[in-house]
């Protein structure tokens, strides 16, 4: 029998949430162990093993030179590169930078601001090398993290559909939350993949899977204004961590019409 | 044996006692009820789950639930969901494959289940959605054993409309609020100076078997008039009607209407129309392998024309543009679905209307495209007698 391929996580600017995520997948676990071998996992072990990796998952956004010069030394090392997450698909909520004076941030916020170094904006890993699949979510979901990675093993496309949160939701037979209770929701315009956890608790989406391949969000923002939001909080609540994706989305459209 | 009667009148009690045969036949009965700010369809075990008391102020894009002081329980108008929820379930396992141990695959087809459902509160418009799903999944070209099985059987208790929806136009897709065909019972639900009760009628043999089981009394003319006069007065309170013009033609001569680019710019392409309508009955596959690949499935679950997927060919999808999609999907329902299945694929449950998140209203749509189609050869025309 061949070798296991070999599975390395890596790790720029995130939480820790999205390869948490790996480590939550108890059922499987046992069964990812016998069929890939681990070879760089800090968040698990220590051990560390030299690629090249067959498969390297990348969380984290760049912000910093450094994230920019090691994220292209982890797709030298790797044959298949997803990235995990909304820093790492779309600069994650660090990326609300990219909307302001970071100069002033580092003057005003750090006693020594010589001692940081630092991009003056957050952006995802796409922006500085090739990535093979993204896989979006804050954090990802553990079923859509072990398509990706059963996919990647049979060699075959991962099922991960890019329409809207509206299509799980209405499938798993959720009142709408716009229609009937005049909630302010992101979900016409967010892309599936969480199973449309927030409106079947009675809450807006917030967007947290980034905006869907058609998502047309000048045609959402009315409603959102008719449901109580005015243009400030319109802003903050397309502000969260895929900020930057919503800003690009929205312009591209607003540009189309 | 004498005949058991084809008409009867129940009071709330009749009503649970037909839950209650229903269910003692061992089937699921799926009824109104209220959830989340809504009346949704769900299993209920008496009738006290009914919404009772309650009724619906809908418009395009709105939707809210108002309590009613006459205890009515079918006084509402269409909900978020259909029946065809439980026919053509969301996401179905069609097969699953293991490989052995010599190496050889073994495939085991799904043996679908066979609930044996009883849907009580099936509105005129859903009979007629489910008559128009019988012919695309039951006896079509491209049956689905599933659907098959489950619609098999399963026993249908009609509840007219009193109340239409301002969402409502089965009239001008020629329906109405009366149940015509396809029904085991049909019930008018009556609240007067006579008291709350259910006017039934019997549709089939079934219906007459399982109406001989429930306490009822006779329906004298009184009851059977006041019934017909409510089911005749809401067809003239439709909310809505789609423009009186050949539907099909429209669509067919409007397929380059600027129209569409006006509907393109509102529309979310978030596909909840097509999910809501009862007719819709698109599906996709999906391919499932475990981490050990020797053990593969695959599920059907529900699509949509508005996913970019849904008419992905080699190298992107063939309808890229929100107007390519919104065409297709107004353009079947309302056109080339005659083609396909011999009936308009739109019965006027208003479901698409209510339930689109920014009120996209197909009647509204139809109406401009017909305007615009109208304009077109009006100009036309005065540019023939100009130049002769
Ligand atoms: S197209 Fe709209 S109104 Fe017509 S049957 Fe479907 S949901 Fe109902
Ligand atoms: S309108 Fe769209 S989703 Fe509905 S049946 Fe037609 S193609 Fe399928
Ligand atoms: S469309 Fe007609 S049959 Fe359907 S709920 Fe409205 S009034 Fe009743
Ligand atoms: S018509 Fe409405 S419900 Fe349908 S896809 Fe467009 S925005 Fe969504």
Request: hydrophobic residues 40%.
């Given at each position: 029998m061949s070798e296991a391929p070999t599975l390395a996580v890596f790790k720029l600017a995130s939480c820790d949430g999205c390869q948490l995520t790996l480590l939550d997948c108890e059922d499987e676990l046992l069964t990812l162990a016998g069929t890939v071998r681990i070879a760089h996992f800090l968040e698990a072990s220590s051990a560390v093993a030299p690629g090249p990796y067959d498969l390297s998952l990348v969380e984290g956004s760049v912000t910093t030179p450094a994230d920019a010069e090691r994220v292209r030394e982890i797709r030298a090392q790797s044959r298949f590169l997803v990235t995990i997450g909304a820093c790492a698909t779309a600069g994650g909520i660090q990326a609300l930078r990219n909307f302001a004076d970071v100069e002033e941030f580092r003057r005003t916020v750090y006693a020594r601001p010589d001692h940081i170094d630092t991009l003056a904006t957050s952006t995802p890993v796409s922006a500085h090398v090739t990535v093979d699949f993204e896989l979006r979510g804050c954090p990802i979901d553990r079923g859509q993290l072990l398509e990706v990675i059963t996919a990647f093993l049979a060699g075959r496309k991962p099922d991960v559909p890019d329409h809207s949160v509206c299509f799980p939701c209405k499938r798993r037979g959720t009142v709408c939350v716009t229609v009937a209770h005049g909630t302010p929701c992101l979900g016409p315009v967010t892309q599936a993949g969480c199973g449309a956890v927030c409106p079947a608790y009675g809450r807006g989406c917030y967007g947290c899977f980034g905006p869907s391949r058609s998502a047309n969000l000048p045609a959402l923002i009315p409603l959102l204004r008719r449901d109580g939001l005015d243009e400030r909080a319109t802003e903050r609540f397309l502000r969260t961590f895929n900020a930057a994706a919503f800003a690009t989305a929205r312009a591209s459209r607003e540009e189309e019409t | 044996?004498?005949?058991?009667?084809?008409?009867?009148?129940?009071?709330?009690?009749?009503?649970?006692?037909?839950?209650?045969?229903?269910?003692?036949?061992?089937?699921?009965?799926?009824?109104?009820?209220?959830?989340?700010?809504?009346?949704?369809?769900?299993?209920?075990?008496?009738?006290?789950?009914?919404?009772?008391?309650?009724?619906?102020?809908?418009?395009?894009?709105?939707?809210?639930?108002?309590?009613?002081?006459?205890?009515?329980?079918?006084?509402?108008?269409?909900?978020?969901?259909?029946?065809?929820?439980?026919?053509?379930?969301?996401?179905?396992?069609?097969?699953?494959?293991?490989?052995?141990?010599?190496?050889?695959?073994?495939?085991?087809?799904?043996?679908?289940?066979?609930?044996?459902?009883?849907?009580?509160?099936?509105?005129?418009?859903?009979?007629?959605?489910?008559?128009?799903?019988?012919?695309?999944?039951?006896?079509?070209?491209?049956?689905?054993?599933?659907?098959?099985?489950?619609?098999?059987?399963?026993?249908?208790?009609?509840?007219?409309?009193?109340?239409?929806?301002?969402?409502?136009?089965?009239?001008?897709?020629?329906?109405?609020?009366?149940?015509?065909?396809?029904?085991?019972?049909?019930?008018?639900?009556?609240?007067?100076?006579?008291?709350?009760?259910?006017?039934?009628?019997?549709?089939?043999?079934?219906?007459?078997?399982?109406?001989?089981?429930?306490?009822?009394?006779?329906?004298?003319?009184?009851?059977?008039?006041?019934?017909?006069?409510?089911?005749?007065?809401?067809?003239?309170?439709?909310?809505?009607?789609?423009?009186?013009?050949?539907?099909r033609t429209l669509m067919g001569d409007s397929l380059e209407a600027d129209r569409w680019d006006d509907v393109a710019a509102r529309?979310?392409?978030?596909?909840?129309?097509?999910?809501?309508?009862?007719?819709?009955?698109?599906?996709?596959?999906?391919?499932?392998?475990?981490?050990?690949?020797?053990?593969?499935?695959?599920?059907?679950?529900?699509?949509?024309?508005?996913?970019?997927?849904?008419?992905?060919?080699?190298?992107?999808?063939v309808r890229a543009s929100a107007r390519s999609r919104y065409r297709q999907w107004l353009t079947h329902k309302l056109s080339t679905w005659y083609d396909q299945f011999g009936s308009s694929g739109c019965v006027g449950c208003g479901r698409c209307v209510t339930w689109c998140p920014v009120g996209i209203d197909i009647t509204e749509e139809a109406a401009a495209l017909h305007d615009e189609l109208a304009a077109r050869l009006r100009r036309q025309d005065e540019r023939e007698e100009r130049e002769p």
């Open positions: - | 044996m004498t005949a058991a009667p084809a008409t009867a009148v129940l009071d709330r009690d009749g009503l649970d006692a037909l839950v209650g045969v229903l269910r003692a036949q061992g089937r699921t009965v799926v009824g109104p009820t209220v959830r989340d700010g809504a009346v949704v369809l769900a299993e209920i075990a008496s009738a006290d789950a009914l919404p009772f008391g309650w009724g619906t102020e809908v418009e395009a894009g709105r939707y809210r639930l108002v309590p009613r002081t006459d205890g009515a329980a079918f006084a509402h108008t269409t909900g978020p969901q259909s029946w065809k929820a439980f026919l053509h379930p969301e996401r179905e396992r069609l097969w699953s494959a293991d490989r052995r141990a010599d190496g050889r695959l073994s495939v085991a087809a799904e043996r679908p289940q066979r609930p044996s459902y009883a849907f009580l509160g099936v509105r005129p418009c859903d009979l007629r959605a489910i008559a128009v799903q019988d012919r695309v999944l039951a006896t079509g070209r491209h049956r689905d054993r599933g659907y098959q099985e489950r619609r098999t059987g399963a026993f249908l208790i009609a509840a007219e409309c009193t109340e239409p929806g301002a969402t409502c136009f089965c009239v001008s897709m020629g329906g109405g609020p009366a149940a015509e065909a396809g029904y085991d019972l049909a019930l008018t639900e009556l609240v007067d100076e006579t008291g709350h009760r259910f006017f039934v009628r019997v549709g089939s043999d079934a219906g007459r078997e399982v109406l001989s089981g429930v306490p009822g009394r006779p329906a004298g003319p009184g009851t059977e008039s006041a019934a017909r006069a409510a089911v005749d007065a809401a067809r003239e309170r439709m909310g809505r009607a789609m423009p009186p013009v050949d539907l529309c979310l392409t978030c596909g909840n129309c097509t999910m809501v309508c009862p007719t819709c009955f698109c599906t996709t596959t999906e391919e499932v392998t475990d981490l050990t690949g020797d053990h593969a499935e695959r599920w059907q679950r529900w699509d949509s024309c508005f996913d970019l997927d849904f008419s992905y060919l080699h190298g992107g999808p």
